[in-house]
């Protein structure tokens, strides 16, 4: 297993990199030129910063293969899901570098995020919890687990998180959050003590919009967490 330091900076590159194309936009935004000569440009000032940098997973096998299509088949034709592909694969790649066994993620919504990070447990021989309050998206996220053969490795918990939370137990690795945003409070306070030391909380939609400032206070006064915020995504520490 890596070492903390090494895996925060590896962490800290992959946020980086995978998360990048939530940055681009604003004044330059994608497909704007530059000028000539800035790194990212091609001769002639095209901007190669774009999508052509951001190639989709290659499977490894056919299992991957069947994953990905299930995936895709979330993206075209389900309503719901509650990060973009390019959060997913971060949340997959962060899950098996750090040999994640237990993995807690508040909103399931259908389940697109956890068959991600269901693609790094099949690596790691761990298990995801997710809770979800809405009857119709929990038992849509079930049939797809099923599609993706992640059953026996996802446990879906139907119910008000709050509550449900309660009955967890560490430690946990991971801590996803992408549910109520005004709960993220409360779901860190009682699952933070629950998270080992060297673990992660991760928290969705963390901008100017949707942020609570609460829980962004909660984050980063505390001497035991170190926080970073990247592309909507807030990436949490715990030292110790």
Known sequence: MLKKAALWILVMAM?????????????????????????????????????ELEKPSVPKDDNEKKILGVLENILANQRFRNVPPQDGRFLRITAESMNAKNVVEIG????????????????????????????????????????AGMADIITLIEGDAHDEVKKLKGPIDILFLDADKEGYVDYLTKLLP??????????????????????????????????????????????R
Do not use: C
């Open 194 to 239: 629950l998270v080992r030391p060297g673990g992660l909380v991760i928290a969705h939609n963390i901008n100017p919009s949707m942020a609570d400032p609460k829980y962004m206070k909660a984050i980063t006064t505390d001497p035991n967490l170190e926080t970073i915020v990247r592309s909507g995504v807030g990436l949490t520490l715990k030292k």
């Open 108 to 147: 399931t919504s259908t389940g697109y995020s956890a068959i991600w990070f269901g693609m790094a447990l099949q690596k790691t021989s761990g298990k995801l919890t997710t809770f979800e309050i809405d009857a119709q998206r929990a038992a849509t996220a079930r049939a797809n687990f099923k599609r």
């Open 15 to 51: 946020l980086a990199g995978v998360l990048a194309a939530g940055e681009r936009g604003g004044a330059a935004g994608r497909g704007q030129r530059r000028g000539p000569g800035r790194p990212g440009m091609r001769p002639g000032g095209q901007d190669r910063s774009g999508s």
